[in-house]
């Protein structure tokens, strides 16, 4: 049973339909995970004065209600296996929405468990990311800003925000190739993203070599495609 | 002169420690104080209270008539009216010069950006450092940079400037370019100034008041030639005799 090009040939319509989908869930998974992530990240150091917000007095209990309730989120996303999430978010989810409601028709999709899955993960992870390049930000830099007299709002649009996203790059490249091999984990709850659509074609015709020499290669078209994008993002932007 | 600037029985603690104990303190319009004191004497983050970065524990700050803690709402208003210069000029790392200068009107009071950018230039030209205006800050001598970062906080037009040690991150040879510049904005705009420095020649030609702190108290004040000439405490003689010799 030697390398036979023509069974590459023969599957690759559906592996390119499995590459689609882990194209669909990664790029929804990301875009909601920055959401997530950028709420989260800047709720963990709200009223610490690296947002320009030195703790006065009058909000500083719902400060830190904000930075317990983003610190629990994070850890108990990061603490546990994204393949649990997944498990949880599909089987067990729609049985607790049942048990707590009348909704006798609930049901979750597998696509929409991964997205959600994605984007949670992918939230909890980018939230760190976000707070760690905010933090960076030298503090003189707040007080300057601050000391203009301009707007918290402003302070964080024109001064924060941009010295922090340079930062910020590196890292989400980082985490946007993990997002996205995360997705073949997907395989358990039956979504037909392409590492499924791989082991379904092995499973009928026994050709491992050829399969999965040819999902990896379209993994790594995949991962290279977000490395540039960023990269050029990082490019763009002004080195200072 | 009015008071532009008065305290009133202030305290400010961080956590447990107390670092201001009950000063009284003010400044006339067009005054130009000068304080100075040893490392940890608390001068620092007396000016630093005045436009609320740190904001006073006890008793009572009013700025161009707005009172704090009372008005606390209003503390943008102080900052407008304020402007600060810092020992480290934190100009921002992602603008030119010019973007640095123009920030605070486009930003702080809403100019368009052309008349922001002529502004600018009229401060950076008073600085002497028009045709830098496109630099980024990374590519500018500290003592450049500290002359962008004045232009910057003057721009927004305050009606006092305080200056936070402005020249004691700066190498020998470039304090003289910071001070000159401070020296032409006390005498030709007559600015209300405070100023934290270890500069003994500056406070005695330009400073209308010197002010010496020591461990969180204001110790001494005076005209600047007076004092330092005869200082009333061992602890400003022996202060001033450990500048000089430096």
Same mark, same amino acid.
């Given at each position: 049973?030697?390398?036979?090009?023509?069974?590459?040939?023969?599957?690759?319509?559906?592996?390119?339909?499995?590459?689609?989908?882990?194209?669909?869930?990664?790029?929804?998974?990301?875009?909601?995970?920055?959401?997530?992530?950028?709420?989260?990240?800047?709720?963990?150091?709200?009223?610490?004065?690296?947002?320009?917000?030195?703790?006065?007095? =009058?909000?500083?209990?719902?400060?830190?209600?904000?930075?317990?309730?983003?610190?629990?989120?994070?850890?108990?996303?990061?603490?546990?296996?994204?393949?649990?999430?997944?498990?949880?978010?599909?089987? =067990?989810?729609?049985?607790?929405?049942?048990?707590?409601?009348?909704?006798?028709?609930?049901?979750?999709?597998?696509?929409?468990?991964?997205?959600?899955?994605?984007?949670?993960?992918?939230?909890?992870?980018?939230?760190?990311?976000?707070?760690?390049?905010?933090?960076?930000?030298?503090?003189?830099?707040?007080?300057?800003?601050?000391?203009?007299?301009?707007?918290?709002?402003?302070?964080?649009?024109?001064?924060?925000?941009?010295?922090?996203?340079?930062?910020?790059?590196?890292?989400?490249?980082?985490?946007?190739?993990?997002?996205?091999?995360?997705?073949?984990?997907?395989?358990?709850?039956?979504?037909?993203?392409?590492?499924?659509?791989?082991?379904?074609?092995?499973?009928?015709?026994?050709? =491992?070599?050829?399969?999965?020499?040819?999902?990896?290669?379209?993994?790594?078209?995949?991962?290279?495609?977000?490395?540039?994008?960023?990269?050029?993002?990082?490019?763009?932007?002004?080195?200072? | 002169?009015?008071?532009?600037?008065?305290?009133?029985?202030?305290?400010?603690?961080?956590?447990?420690?107390?670092?201001?104990?009950?000063?009284?303190?003010?400044?006339?319009?067009?005054?130009?104080?000068?304080?100075?004191?040893?490392?940890?004497?608390?001068?620092?983050?007396?000016?630093?209270? *005045?436009?609320?970065?740190?904001?006073?524990?006890?008793?009572?700050?009013?700025?161009?008539?707005?009172? *704090?803690?009372?008005?606390?709402?209003?503390?943008?208003?102080?900052?407008?009216?304020?402007?600060?210069?810092?020992?480290?000029?934190?100009?921002?790392?992602?603008?030119?010069?010019?973007?640095?200068?123009?920030?605070?009107?486009?930003?702080?009071?809403?100019?368009?950006?052309?008349?922001?950018?002529?502004?600018?230039?009229?401060?950076?030209?008073?600085?002497?450092?028009?045709?830098?205006?496109?630099?980024?800050?990374?590519?500018?001598?500290?003592?450049?940079?500290?002359?962008?970062?004045?232009?910057?906080?003057?721009?927004?037009?305050?009606?006092?400037?305080?200056?936070?040690?402005?020249?004691?991150?700066?190498?020998?040879?470039?304090?003289?370019?910071?001070?000159?510049?401070?020296?032409?904005?006390?005498?030709?705009?007559?600015?209300?100034?405070?100023?934290?420095?270890?500069?003994?020649?500056?406070?005695?030609?330009?400073?209308?008041?010197?002010?010496?702190?020591?461990?969180?108290?204001?110790?001494?004040?005076?005209?600047?030639?007076?004092?330092?000439?005869?200082?009333?405490?061992?602890?400003?003689?022996?202060?001033?005799?450990?500048?000089?010799?430096?």
């Amino acid at each position: 049973m030697g390398f036979e090009f023509s069974v590459i040939v023969e599957s690759l319509p559906p592996l390119l339909q499995g590459a689609k989908l882990t194209w669909y869930i990664t790029l929804s998974g990301i875009a909601g995970g920055m959401v997530i992530g950028i709420l989260a990240g800047l709720g963990r150091i709200a009223g610490t004065g690296h947002l320009g917000d030195a703790p006065h007095g =009058a909000f500083l209990p719902l400060s830190v209600f904000t930075r317990y309730l983003a610190a629990g989120f994070v850890e108990g996303i990061r603490g546990t296996p994204i393949i649990v999430q997944a498990m949880f978010l599909y089987f =067990a989810f729609p049985m607790l929405v049942k048990a707590l409601t009348n909704i006798e028709q609930f049901r979750m999709e597998a696509l929409t468990a991964a997205v959600i899955t994605i984007m949670i993960n992918a939230g909890a992870y980018i939230a760190e990311i976000v707070r760690g390049s905010v933090v960076s930000v030298h503090k003189g830099l707040v007080e300057a800003g601050l000391s203009l007299g301009i707007s918290r709002f402003q302070l964080i649009t024109y001064v924060i925000g941009p010295i922090a996203i340079r930062r910020m790059i590196p890292p989400l490249g980082n985490q946007f190739i993990i997002s996205l091999k995360d997705t073949s984990l997907f395989i358990v709850i039956g979504v037909g993203e392409l590492t499924r659509q791989g082991q379904e074609i092995m499973a009928s015709n026994f050709r =491992a070599m050829e399969i999965w020499l040819t999902v990896a290669v379209m993994y790594l078209i995949m991962t290279t495609a977000l490395a540039t994008a960023l990269r050029t993002c990082e490019k763009r932007m002004k080195i200072f | 002169m009015p008071n532009i600037i008065e305290m009133k029985n202030v305290c400010k603690s961080f956590g447990e420690t107390e670092v201001l104990h009950n000063i009284d303190f003010h400044i006339a319009e067009g005054e130009v104080v000068v304080i100075i004191g040893p490392s940890g004497s608390g001068k620092s983050t007396l000016i630093r209270c *005045i436009n609320c970065l740190e904001m006073i524990t006890k008793g009572e700050l009013i700025v161009d008539g707005i009172r *704090i803690p009372d008005e606390l709402t209003r503390m943008r208003q102080i900052r407008l009216e304020v402007g600060m210069v810092f020992q480290q000029f934190n100009l921002f790392p992602h603008m030119t010069a010019l973007e640095n200068v123009a920030f605070g009107p486009r930003k702080a009071r809403g100019m368009r950006r052309g008349k922001a950018e002529k502004i600018a230039l009229e401060l950076l030209d008073k600085v002497g450092l028009s045709e830098f205006s496109d630099k980024l800050p990374g590519n500018l001598s500290g003592g450049q940079q500290q002359r962008v970062a004045i232009a910057r906080a003057l721009a927004v037009n305050p009606k006092v400037m305080l200056f936070d040690e402005p020249t004691s991150a700066l190498d020998p040879e470039m304090i003289g370019e910071v001070l000159d510049v401070m020296k032409s904005i006390a005498k030709d705009s007559g600015m209300t100034m405070a100023v934290v420095t270890h500069e003994m020649g500056f406070a005695s030609q330009v400073g209308d008041r010197l002010i010496f702190m020591d461990e969180g108290r204001i110790v001494e004040e005076g005209k600047p030639g007076e004092v330092m000439k005869k200082p009333g405490s061992d602890r400003l003689r022996d202060f001033l005799s450990h500048v000089k010799h430096h």
